[in-house]
C-alpha cells in the first residue's frame, strides 16, 4: 500500500497527465479502471482510437528513469485490466487500441511515450 505522500504525487501526477492530454485532443474515458491484479490510470479516446495511459513519477532517477519502472510485469497487469475493461465496456473492444505511458522525471515537464508497448502475450 503507499503512503499518503506516493499517493497524493501518484494523484498529482494522474490529474497533471490528464491536464497534458486533454490540452493535446484526447477525451476521457474513465481514470483508475480496477480489475482484479491490475489498474489502469486513464482510459483516454484520440480520434477513434481507445489509449490506454500509465502515468508514472519519479521524485528523482538515482533508481532509474520512471519509464523504466513500466516493465514486462507492469506491462502484463496492464494488459489484464484492459481485457476486463473490453470485456465490460464491449463498444470499446471494436476500437482500435494502443498502450502508452506519460512519466514525470523530477520536476521536469511530462514526456508522452506513444505506443510504449503492445498486448502481446
Known sequence: M???DRAARGAAAEDAALR???ARGLQLIECNFRARG???DLVMDERGTVVIIEVRARVSDSHGSAAATVDVRKQQ???NATRVLLQQRPALAQCPLR???VTFDGAGSPQW???AFDATD
Open 2 to 4: 503507499p503512503t499518503p
Open 20 to 22: 497534458f492530454l486533454t
Open 38 to 40: 491490475g489498474e489502469l
Open 77 to 79: 497487469r496492464i494488459v
Open 99 to 101: 498502450f502508452d505511458v
Open 113 to 115: 511515450i506513444k505506443a
